[in-house]
């Protein structure tokens, strides 16, 4: 016949299971920054929406990694020359209309002529 045992002691015992539980279970690792996404140029073709800007998909990984990760920034690279710019800073502009804060928003231009803009998330 067995003994039932006090009930603080069931209660030590269950904890112990518990903490043993938690301790052998995997700790997820971070989840990475994406690397980059790509603004397609047929975006400039046509006027713009607030929904035509998130129907991108670089757009839309960009806000919720940057939702996510409260450290990270977006770089927005762009080709050189007064187009390039335009678009990056209109781009900027719609991350800030969506809650994204300004210091957290970099454009840098690259030497290529006309090429997509990119959206990187750094940490």
Not at 45 to 54: K, Q, T, Y
Not at 95 to 113: F, G, N, Q, S, T
């Amino acid at each position: 016949m067995r003994r039932a045992g006090f009930p603080r002691q069931r209660a030590y015992r269950a904890s112990v299971w518990f903490a043993a539980l938690l301790a052998a279970a995997p700790v997820p690792a971070a989840e990475p920054l994406a690397t980059s996404g790509v603004i397609p140029l047929e975006l400039w073709d046509r006027p713009r929406s607030g929904r035509a800007v998130l129907a991108v998909p670089a757009m839309r990984e960009a806000l919720a990694g940057l939702a996510a990760r409260p450290q990270a920034r977006v770089v927005i690279r762009h080709p050189a020359g007064a187009e390039g710019m335009l678009q990056a800073e209109e781009l900027r502009s719609w991350l800030i209309a969506h809650a994204v804060e300004p210091r957290r928003v970099e454009l840098r231009a690259e030497a290529a002529a006309r090429q997509p803009l990119q959206l990187e998330l750094v940490p």
